[in-house]
Nanobody, 117 residues
Framework: QVQLVESGGGLVQPGGSLRLSCAAS????????MGWYRQAPGKQRELVAV???????NYADSVKGRFTISRGNAENTVYLQMNSLKPDDTAVYSC???????????WGQGTRVTVSS
């Protein structure tokens, strides 16, 4: 059974930092593209960052230079380091994994990030 479990969300002041973690089980993460989406109240879901099976990364323009996605040494964890957070970053952040070979997709439950003074 595939599970993606996010952690690390919370309340942070503008300009602060958070690191989100996504722990994957039931998959061989090295053959999965993994990434983070976010959805703010009243807004469409937005792809924030993605990391490919060979380590290439892509980011939404709104987070470039502030967010960094990476894989953990154990290869079954993905991190999203978020710096210089802004109120517009407030959203539920969800981890996803997409099998590079068969296209199967999996989602976590999400973790809430609130940026507010």
């Amino acid at each position: 059974q595939v599970q993606l479990v996010e952690s690390g969300g919370g309340l942070v002041q503008p300009g602060g930092s958070l690191r989100l973690s996504c722990a994957a089980s039931g998959i061989i993460s090295s053959i999965y593209t993994m990434g983070w989406y976010r959805q703010a109240p009243g807004k469409q879901r937005e792809l924030v960052a993605v990391i490919g099976i060979r380590g290439s990364t892509n980011y939404a323009d709104s987070v470039k230079g502030r967010f960094t996605i990476s894989r953990g040494n154990a290869e079954n964890t993905v991190y999203l380091q978020m710096n210089s957070l802004k109120p517009d970053d407030t959203a539920v952040y969800s981890c996803y994994a997409s099998n590079f070979y068969n296209g199967n997709n999996y989602w976590g439950q999400g973790t809430r990030v609130t940026v507010s003074s």
